[in-house]
């Protein structure tokens, strides 16, 4: 079983050199920590940066320098900073490789639902609706199951929609699964954790087809 950064590591692998990207809260943003040694990608935040780096080291934080969920960061030799109408016109223009999100839930046919539980305080929107709705390759980053042990792998959203079938992928700390037009296809099991375990903790359907292999972390 992964923890988050575990999970941030497995999402790593499917970062592509020149790749832009933009994270979400969360488990995503431990993603810049991970990129692969050689590769160059840049990490778009829709405050209105590109060019992330890792995050800082404590007592080296920058008050000035936040992503959108006003986590302090770093940035790279040649990075930018911009005004939000022309970071969202970069997402809406779909100048935006790779978005990796967190969620709430998940549905069977790629639904996705991460800004709202109703009568709780939650921080908002954010980029979230422009994301899922101009991005081609959405990775959500999420645990497979809420405090009570419930799955938030559905067949169906039961929670304020933020995007209809638009993910693309999901990685949690068991799985790795690919949403196709059939439903969601498991492609990997994280160490330790057999199918079982996970069918058990999914209430959405799976499909799976033949030996599923366990994850490579490192």
């Not at 590109?50 to 936040?66: K, R, S």
């Not at 109408?85 to 978005?99: E, P, Q």
């Not at 439903?183 to 030996?211: H, S």
């Amino acid at each position: 079983m992964l923890d988050k950064i575990g999970i941030a590591k497995r999402i790593a692998k499917e970062l592509q050199d020149g790749f832009y990207v933009n994270l979400g809260i969360g488990i995503p943003t431990l993603v810049a920590n991970y990129v692969p040694e050689g590769m160059n990608v840049e990490f778009q935040s829709e405050n209105g940066v590109l060019g992330m780096g890792p995050f800082p080291f404590e007592g080296e934080e920058d008050a000035d320098l936040i992503n959108a969920g006003k986590q302090t960061i770093t940035t790279l030799p040649g990075a930018s900073f911009f005004d939000s109408a022309t970071s969202f016109g970069m997402i809406r223009g779909k100048h935006v490789d790779l978005t990796i999100l967190g969620a709430m839930e998940i549905s069977e046919n790629g639904d996705i639902a991460n800004w709202k539980i109703p009568q709780k305080m939650v921080k908002g929107m954010g980029g979230a609706m422009d994301l899922v709705a101009s991005a081609e390759n959405i990775i959500v980053a999420m645990m497979h199951v809420n405090k009570k042990g419930e799955s938030k792998i559905l067949k169906k959203c039961t929670l304020p929609l933020t995007g209809v079938n638009c993910v693309k992928k999901v990685v949690t700390e068991l799985a790795v699964m690919e949403i196709t037009p059939r439903g969601i296809k498991l492609l990997e099991r994280a160490p330790g954790v057999t199918v079982e375990q996970i069918v058990k903790a999914t209430e959405a359907e799976l499909i799976i087809e033949g030996n599923i292999p366990e994850m490579v972390i490192n």
